[in-house]
């Protein structure tokens, strides 16, 4: 049994992004079943689409930076009820058997996390993800909004939030240390306010100059413009901790050198290959490269409530469904300092 279903989405890697009608499973006994208010756009949306990964099944309905209202729970369901609140993120499901399961790491399941949309669920059925009017998920991956937090700043907090959150949470950023973000894109973006909002001394690192205002409007201290070879050179061992959100391949070894003595470079942006690493600048700082996936239920719940606890909310862009094709384009086109969110409920 299969409910039809509208959204907005793609049949082929060459295909527009345009409305279309798609089935969804019927609910089971442990779905919470959720009418959409808005979803953010995700730069690996556009990757997904054009199968750019190798991973993507059709036709597909993307988005996993999800919020809206609960219309229906299973009978089996006990933490949501009708009228609730709610946001779903990247994974919806896994095994939740495995050791990394268990340890409340559903991110590394063994058996691999189900992801949101474009592959198939554990009974074979391909996932569609948030760019439509409604979506079922088991209770176990699904958040609350905290109250008064407004929906459509929530959304990217599901992807982009958590996806920095996770690594300045794990590798210390607070006061007294010094954090640089590469790239003032939709990652960046969320980088520099959770890092201010954590007591950071925070950097924009980025080849152009005329984001300063922007980097500044986000919370960061400085900005450092990765092409000034003299203000590079000066800025050599200044970082504890440096968070790369480029979401296309290049080199990294202008930003090793950065980091102060066992500090590290944590790779947040699409797994592309790396154009070169220099050995001696890590082994001779004891500086580390590393690189950062999502979060956790738990830890995407963490940053939800964090950014209402502290009033981190992204810089978004609202659009209607219309506008999809054009957000993909510019995204193509490189960084924004701001996401775009689909406004669904009108879409």
């Known amino acids: 049994m299969t409910t039809t279903a509208k959204g907005w989405g793609v049949t082929s890697p060459e295909d527009t992004i345009h409305a279309l009608q798609f089935e969804r499973r019927d609910p089971r006994d442990n779905d919470v079943t959720i009418a959409i208010s808005h979803c953010g756009i995700c730069h690996s949306d556009i990757h997904f689409a054009h199968d750019d990964w190798g991973m993507s099944h059709y036709p597909m309905v993307p988005g996993h930076e999800i919020v809206g209202t609960v219309t229906a729970v299973g009978d089996s369901v006990s933490r949501f009820k009708v ?5 779903v993120g990247c994974m919806v499901d896994s095994c939740q058997a495995c050791d990394f399961c268990e340890d409340g790491e559903e991110q590394f399941c063994a058996e691999m ?24 998920v088991r209770e176990e991956f699904v958040c609350r909004v905290p109250d008064g937090m407004d929906m459509a700043h929530a959304a990217p907090l599901l992807c982009a939030g958590i ?29 520099v306010k959770l890092a201010a909002a954590m007591g950071a ?3 924009v690192i980025t080849t152009s100059p005329e984001k300063e205002a922007a980097a500044r409007a986000a919370g960061a201290n400085d900005i450092l413009v990765s092409t000034d070879e003299a203000a590079m050179e000066a800025a050599v061992a200044r970082f504890h901790i440096i968070l790369d959100t480029i979401p296309v391949s290049h080199s990294v070894d202008p930003y090793t050198a950065l980091l102060r003595p066992k500090g590290t470079l944590v790779l947040a942006g699409a797994p592309e290959p790396i154009d070169s690493v220099s050995g001696g600048t890590l082994i001779f700082g004891s500086r580390a490269l590393a690189g950062t996936m999502i979060g956790s239920i738990a830890e995407t719940q963490e940053v939800l409530d964090f950014c209402a606890e502290h009033d981190v909310l992204p810089d978004i862009e609202l659009i209607d469904g219309e506008g999809i094709a054009k957000a993909w384009e510019t995204l193509a086109k490189g960084d924004l300092p701001h996401r775009y969110v689909i406004h669904m409920e009108g879409a």
């Open 163 to 191: 996806t920095t959150y996770s690594p300045l949470k794990r590798w210390g950023a607070g006061p007294g240390t010094r954090v640089g973000v590469v790239g003032l894109g939709g990652l960046g973006n969320m980088a």
């Open 83 to 87: 009228g609730d609140r709610v946001a």
């Open 113 to 136: 996390p189900t992801f949101t949309y474009g592959i198939p669920d554990r009974s074979g059925e391909i996932t569609q993800g948030g760019y439509s009017d409604h979506i079922l």
């Open 201 to 203: 001394e925070v950097t």
